[in-house]
T-cell receptor, first 117, second 113 residues
Framework: AAGVIQSPRHLIKEKRETATLKCYPI?????VYWYQQGPGQDPQFLIS???????DKGSIPDRFSAQQFSDYHSELNMSSLELGDSALYFC????????????????FGPGTRLTVL | GDSVTQMEGPVTLSEEAFLTINCTYT??????LFWYVQYPGEGLQLLLK?????DKGSNKGFEATYRKETTSFHLEKGSVQVSDSAVYFC????????????FGKGTKLSVKP
């Protein structure tokens, strides 16, 4: 079965550089979530999109932006990178709906490991 | 605010031992509850879920019951294997129209042969 694809899998950047992470959801999934997991930490929600519109926003820094495109893939753009941005960035996708209007389960990609030097 | 609290690790068990990892959640809204597992160097995999009170999620010998009265979703397995060694995350969503997840801090489980 198709899974969530993230690219690149590993990325090394210098401080103050920019980075773009890409996420390709499972076919027919219209909702994408981005999470950041620092070393030894729990994943923290950054931002989500439904049908190409931002649906919710979490602890995403102003230096970061994201969007979902017409083919439902999503990109997380990170500028003025800081050492503290070093983390594993997960993308997850889900199909809208579910019993009682609740959201269906999220399927996580393998993550992009970003290292800022 | 909304949160998930799970027992701190690491937890070290011998093979075939009984496992319990406690998880409690804040009782706002009508969340769905989840257990995710993360093997070393890998992403998060959904282990099991429950969408309403008294539901029991189960998978691969793991079980958890959605207890509204105690706001808990404890993970249990009767006989752990070395291959169960991983980090386990309890999570809730917001219910309703917000699907993003709130995770607990994670519990690292090590199973020794």
């Amino acid at each position: 079965a198709a899974g969530v694809i993230q690219s690149p899998r590993h990325l090394i950047k210098e401080k103050r550089e920019t980075a773009t992470l890409k996420c390709y959801p499972i076919p027919r999934h219209d909702t994408v979530y981005w999470y950041q997991q620092g070393p030894g930490q729990d994943p923290q929600f950054l931002i989500s999109f439904y049908e190409k519109m931002q649906s919710d926003k979490g602890s995403i820094p102003d230096r970061f932006s994201a969007q979902q495109f017409s083919d439902y893939h999503s990109e997380l753009n990170m500028s003025s990178l800081e050492l503290g941005d070093s983390a594993l960035y997960f993308c997850a996708s889900s199909p809208l709906g579910g019993i009682g209007g609740s959201w269906d389960e999220q399927f996580f990609g393998p993550g992009t490991r970003l290292t800022v030097l | 605010g909304d949160s998930v609290t799970q027992m701190e690790g690491p937890v070290t068990l011998s093979e075939e031992a009984f496992l319990t990892i406690n998880c409690t959640y804040t009782a706002t809204g009508y969340p769905s509850l989840f257990w995710y597992v993360q093997y070393p160097g890998e992403g998060l995999q959904l282990l099991l879920k429950a969408t309403k009170a008294d539901d029991k999620g189960s998978n691969k010998g793991f079980e958890a019951t959605y207890r509204k009265e105690t706001t808990s979703f404890h993970l249990e397995k009767g006989s752990v294997q070395v291959s169960d060694s991983a980090v386990y995350f309890c999570a809730r969503d917001y219910g309703g129209s917000q699907g993003n997840l709130i995770f607990g801090k994670g519990t690292k489980l090590s199973v020794k042969p």
